[in-house]
């Protein structure tokens, strides 16, 4: 048996279906039954709880050779990293009074810095959470920036004709399919090969600035000239503000984007062929412009 967290997520569900695929048992841990009811039809058994709950999700764990964990907590909490904290010590807490042996764990590139990488920080944390369990092996994926990121800017681009945000237009940045990190996860979570503590880096096919990836994604939905407009970080916080996020998750945002934008959130090595992962942006815009097209 395998339990998955987030398995409605970007990550999650793709690891769920890989692994039921592969012929696993999967126990598969969302908050909504009726998101998780694909996954069931599947063959997966559902836990269904509050993350949070290291009760619900001690016998969400119970039994499991490994389990996939992940931080997710929505921009409109009044504190992030409180919130992210109550998740992070309930996922631990579960996995120690289960017995878990083998703990397959989402991070991300910059985790390894202990403040001033905004929503980044509490993966620093909960890293160092994950390493102070005894008796379990523990792979830490650091990937970089998700292309599933750009679907949250498809509404502004219809609407205003510019994408925007407060990274530096020529940052390069490591960004990544989730499909990508799901299959490096799912081949983990099967052989369980580790031991201890293992940081995995995962970069994607290649670094993008801002400025090229939107101009890839223009091209795709057949607006060749869309321009990225980059945001001071006081407008930034004033437009995730109006579009809900709280002020907290907002100063998070302009917090991380700096630290992208100045290399202080960055690989920690050279590229390889072991932290690189094949998919291209442009093999993922497709299906950005089917979803720009459905706006």
């Known amino acids: 048996m395998i339990t998955v967290l987030g398995a409605t997520g970007n990550t999650g569900g793709k690891i769920a279906e890989l692994l039921l695929a592969a012929g696993e048992s999967v126990r598969a841990v969302g908050r909504s039954a009726e998101r998780l009811e694909p996954l069931r039809a599947a063959g997966a058994e559902l836990a269904v709880g509050d993350v949070g709950d290291a009760e619900f999700l001690t016998e969400a764990f119970r039994g499991a050779d490994a389990v996939y964990t992940l931080l ?11 919130e992210q904290d109550r998740k992070g010590e309930a996922i631990v807490e579960a996995i120690r009074r289960a017995g878990v042996r083998h703990v397959v764990s989402l991070s991300s590139v910059g985790a390894e810095r202990p403040s001033g990488t905004g929503f980044i920080t509490s993966l620093h944390t909960q ?12 792979l830490l994926l650091r990937p970089g920036a998700f292309f599933e990121n750009f679907h949250a800017v ?15 237009p020529e940052a390069k940045i490591p960004m990544i399919a989730a499909r990508d990190i799901a299959e490096v996860a799912a081949d983990a979570l099967r052989k369980r090969d580790w031991t201890g503590v293992v ?37 930034m916080v004033g437009t995730l503000r109006q579009a809900g996020f709280s002020a ?11 630290a992208f934008s100045d290399g202080t ?22 299906e950005l412009a089917r979803a720009y097209r459905q706006l």
């Open 265 to 286: 959130v960055a690989a920690t090595g050279e590229r390889t062929a072991a932290n690189s992962t094949p998919t291209r942006f442009e093999d993922f815009v497709p």
């Open 127 to 138: 890293e160092r959470r994950l390493r102070e369990l005894e008796n379990t092996s523990v």
């Open 199 to 235: 940081v995995r880096e995962l970069l994607g096919e290649r670094d993008l600035s801002y400025l090229e990836a939107t101009r890839i994604l223009g091209e795709a939905i057949g607006l060749p000239q869309l321009p990225y407009v980059p945001m001071p970080a006081s407008e």
């Open 72 to 82: 997710h907590t929505a921009p409109d909490v009044e504190d992030f990293h409180a």
């Open 248 to 258: 907290n998750s907002a100063r998070l945002h302009v917090e991380m984007t700096a």
């Open 154 to 168: 498809l509404g502004l681009i219809k609407e205003a004709g510019v994408n925007a945000d407060s990274v530096a």
